[in-house]
């Protein structure tokens, strides 16, 4: 047996990619998924991987130390990956206590368990939200790795907490941490929450689509897969101590993706209502990838056209998958959410 790899937040969206990945093109490494399974995960998710003899699941919170230590004592992991998060930013704007919770303390639990126990390599999934954003008329400014820090949310605040302090213990303690910045994530098993799967699910059934403001705003979007290609490069090739940008150079306004989406399901464009914005709501992320590009070799491979038909795709060949996420607590939250936006 290879490498024992441990990723926490395995049964989400990105997290449960990479594991997939790894499980496919890593065949001697063994996977540890430690995922609490909140709101955002849904066990129908990691159904397959549960029968895979190199696939370990504990449900576990990160803010729990006796649970991760005991973790690292029996699976003594070489990598560590650190995904799990609460990761919506309008959660984050009504409730900000538990992303610092989860996204902060959380991952200094997971990196103190570390520290005892001894890793390879500690890496923490971060994002380019804690650049700030940049403005929709200078097309010719991009976030790299030097960008002031310059958080908008509670949600990006908590993760640029938790970037910084995982690069913290690299210079205090000599922990081998790396961390890399993401663009928008989109692809399968995505929760309906973000933009685009909760669009190809109100679409799906002729509700409204609720653009928030004008539809102007700008996100660079980049396939999960291609996202989780990145992180194996900068474990596998990557410098310790180092950030790595990763990002497809694929910008588009939310409109845009919206009509993208309407056009591919055959629906009319009047489901587009515009509502209240969103409170502090940044104008435009764009990731300068060139770093990862020219020190890791890696580029992304997927196409905005092609992946977001297979997204479709998959979303309407997986109905009950979205069925379960969006049955229960999540009318409340829709009600909740979008109750008080109204129509502008
Ligand atoms: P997600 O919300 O789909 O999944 C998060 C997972 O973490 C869930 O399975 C959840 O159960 C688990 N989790 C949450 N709190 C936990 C806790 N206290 N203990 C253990 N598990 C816990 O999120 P995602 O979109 O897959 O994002 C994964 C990571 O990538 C996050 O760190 C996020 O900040 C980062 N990121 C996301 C994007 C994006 O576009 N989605 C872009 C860049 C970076
Ligand atoms: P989201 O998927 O929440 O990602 P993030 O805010 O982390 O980039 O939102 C992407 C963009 O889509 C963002 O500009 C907000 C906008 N948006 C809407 O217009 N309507 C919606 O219902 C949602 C969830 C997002």
Redesign the pocket.
């Known amino acids: 047996m290879g490498k024992t790899i441990l990723v926490t937040g395995g049964a989400g969206f990105i997290g449960n990619c990479f594991c997939k990945l790894i499980l496919k093109e890593r065949p001697d490494w063994k996977v540890v998924n430690v995922d609490c399974m909140t709101y955002a995960a849904n066990p129908s998710t990691i159904k397959n991987e549960m029968n895979d003899p190199r696939y370990v699941f504990y449900r576990e919170d990160i803010r729990r130390r006796d649970g991760i230590f005991a973790i690292f004592e029996k699976e003594r992991p070489g990598i560590v990956v650190n995904f799990a998060a609460e990761s ?3 959660r984050s704007i009504e409730n900000p206590g538990v992303f610092l919770e989860t996204n902060i303390l959380g991952t200094q639990v997971v990196m103190d368990a570390c520290r005892m126990y001894g890793v390879e390599r500690f890496h923490q999934v971060g994002t380019d ?1 804690v650049y700030g954003d940049l403005p929709l008329d200078r097309p010719d400014l991009f976030f790299r790795e030097d960008t002031p820090i310059r958080t908008s949310s509670p ?1 990006s605040t908590s993760k640029a907490a938790a970037d910084l302090l995982a690069l913290a213990y690299h210079r205090t303690y000599g922990l081998p941490v790396t961390v890399s910045r993401c663009s ?1 994530n989109y692809g399968p098993y995505q929760f309906p ?4 799967p ?2 190809i699910n109100n679409a799906t059934h002729d509700k409204p689509l ?4 004008e ?1 102007l ?1 700008v ?1 660079d979007w980049l396939y999960v897969e291609d996202h989780c290609r990145g992180i194996l490069s900068v474990l596998e090739k990557g410098k310790v101590g180092e950030v790595y940008n990763l990002g497809g150079h694929n910008e588009k306004s ?1 409109i845009e993706i919206v009509k993208i989406i309407l056009k591919e399901l055959g629906k009319p464009e009047s489901l587009i209502t515009f ?1 209240a914005d ?1 409170k502090g ?2 104008q435009r ?1 764009a990731i300068d990838p060139s770093k990862a590009m020219a020190d890791l070799g890696w580029q992304p491979t997927t196409m905005f056209k092609d992946g977001i038909r297979l997204t479709i795709a998959w979303y309407r060949e997986n109905a009950d998958w979205l069925d379960e996420c969006t049955s229960g607590e999540y009318r409340n939250y829709y009600d909740k959410m ?1 109750g008080k936006r109204s129509d502008k």
């Open positions: 919506h930013v309008d939200e949600y928008n929450e973000k933009l685009i909760l669009m609720p653009v928030y403001g539809g705003n996100r939310n509502v969103r709501h940044d992320y979008y």
